[in-house]
Nanobody, 123 residues
Framework: QVRLVESGGGLVQAGGSLRLSCANS????????MGWFRQAPGKEREFVAG????????YYANSVKGRFSISRDNAENTAYLQMNSLRPEDTAVYYC????????????????WGQGTQVTVSE
């Protein structure tokens, strides 16, 4: 069973940083491809970053490349999204997602979703 719980969201000023966490209570975490997504009001959910089961091949949306970093700790069953140089346009609900197939994560269709955590970046 896969149960994803995000944390770490909040309010931050532009230029600041936040680190989001996605904890999985299931036993299959280390075999899952993990991804982060976000959805701003009135907009479609978009892919932000993904990482393979062994931490290799991180993949980023162009809008966050160079500012965000995805990582994972399989021993802790947790994935992370370090967000630096935040901008007001990064404001959204951030979700983690997971699947055994990377393509479904990159295509925004992972089998498993967390409940989301709000990130608000002020001017």
């Amino acid at each position: 069973q896969v149960r994803l719980v995000e944390s770490g969201g909040g309010l931050v000023q532009a230029g600041g940083s936040l680190r989001l966490s996605c904890a999985n209570s299931g036993r299959t975490f280390r075999t899952l491809y993990m991804g982060w997504f976000r959805q701003a009001p009135g907009k479609e959910r978009e892919f932000v970053a993904g990482i393979s089961w062994n931490g290799g091949s991180p993949y980023y949306a162009n809008s966050v490349k160079g500012r965000f970093s995805i990582s994972r700790d399989n021993a802790e069953n947790t994935a992370y999204l370090q967000m630096n140089s935040l901008r007001p346009e990064d404001t959204a609900v951030y979700y983690c997602g997971a699947d055994f197939a990377s393509a479904r994560v990159i295509d925004k269709k992972p089998a498993f979703w967390g409940q989301g955590t709000q990130v608000t970046v002020s001017e």
